[in-house]
């Protein structure tokens, strides 16, 4: 069937529908000619452009100087940003429970699959934490890809954000850490936690946060910085359907230091005191690696990046 002129107006700009109630209809005959025949739609959708260079329309993935989307085929490319678009700003629709996005970005990823167009995902989570009861680490056993692992949360997948009580009901040390408010410079008390549930496999790229091993409390502060320092870039190679390898180790526990035994004997409510002797046993740091494929050699992006936990030596605000 004929692409319509109002999505062929869109493809011209190198562009994708938005997510509006009015533009889903036309990401619906984008999806259906992608069912149809992806070969023909993919070649008309170059012969839009003029011809000209594919991906520079459909958007390069460059880190470092690096371009990843090099070894991408045009069909891989033309999916790959089509996924990276429908995916966009994930929690707002996730949040709202945007189905018709889902549905949509599970067709995408049938397609991907059938052609071919990108491995699925092959992950490993470390079982928990014998202290603390939640996430210890995760590896790539093959690549990470917007194509869920089945064996983690079936082939459907799609993550979430932190279950604050399905984790509290399995490990019970979070219920007491999400106590210990924020207090930042200058000894202001925030209005948030000073932990959250920190993703390891993230949200954006298929993980779930009601599983106890795919989170592990972390610092908010920490948890934003691994955002800008890892899981910017791992979103934009995932979702634009670049192979990466990624893997998380974590250093040993803070332990029972001098400072946080003087702010244990300090503590007047067995609250305060259950997060300090909780936060014993909370991982020091987080080694973070990130390669990815640019279809003919490997690239590291990070290499055992170390991301810092932030765990006080003082009486928690609660």
Not at 104 to 109: C, D, E, M, S
Not at 169 to 178: C, E, S, T
Not at 233 to 241: C, E, I, P, R, T
Request: aromatic share 6%; glycine share 10%.
């Amino acid at each position: 069937m004929p692409l319509s002129d109002a999505l062929k107006a869109i493809l011209r700009r190198g562009s994708f529908p938005l997510k509006s109630s009015s533009e889903l209809r036309l990401w619906e005959e984008l999806v259906r000619e992608m069912e149809t025949d992806l070969a023909k739609l993919v070649a008309e959708c170059h012969a839009l452009l003029g011809g000209a260079d594919y991906q520079d329309h459909w958007g390069r993935i460059i880190i470092d100087g690096q371009d990843f989307s090099v070894g991408l085929s045009e069909g891989a490319a033309f999916v790959g940003a089509a996924h990276g678009a429908i995916m966009s700003d994930f929690d707002i629709y996730n949040r709202k429970g945007g189905s018709p996005v889902q549905a949509l970005a599970k067709r995408i990823r049938k397609v991907a699959a059938a052609h071919h167009l990108v491995e699925v995902s092959k992950v490993t989570l470390n079982p928990p934490s014998t202290a603390h009861g939640m996430g210890t680490g995760l590896v790539t056993t093959g690549v990470l890809s917007y194509l869920p692992d089945p064996s983690l949360y079936g082939a459907d997948a799609f993550g979430s954000q932190p279950d604050q009580q399905a984790i509290a009901g399995l490990a019970p040390m979070w219920g007491a850490l999400k106590k210990r408010r924020h207090v930042g410079a200058g000894g202001k008390i925030g209005k948030k936690t000073h932990y959250v549930l920190a993703h390891l496999l993230n949200h954006q790229v298929n993980g779930s946060g009601a599983d106890v091993k795919n989170v592990v409390p972390f610092a908010a502060d920490a948890n934003t910085q691994m955002a800008r320092e890892v899981e910017r870039f791992l979103k934009d190679l995932v979702q634009n359907g670049i192979p990466v390898r990624y893997t998380i180790q974590m250093t040993g526990a803070v332990g029972m230091t001098p400072g946080r035994a003087t702010a244990l004997a300090a503590c007047t409510t067995a609250d305060q005191r259950a997060v300090i002797e909780a936060e014993q046993h909370l991982p020091s740091a987080l080694l973070i690696t990130l390669e990815a494929f640019d279809g003919s050699a490997w690239h590291t992006i990070c290499n055992a990046h170390r991301i810092d936990n932030i765990v006080p030596e003082t009486v928690p605000v609660i």
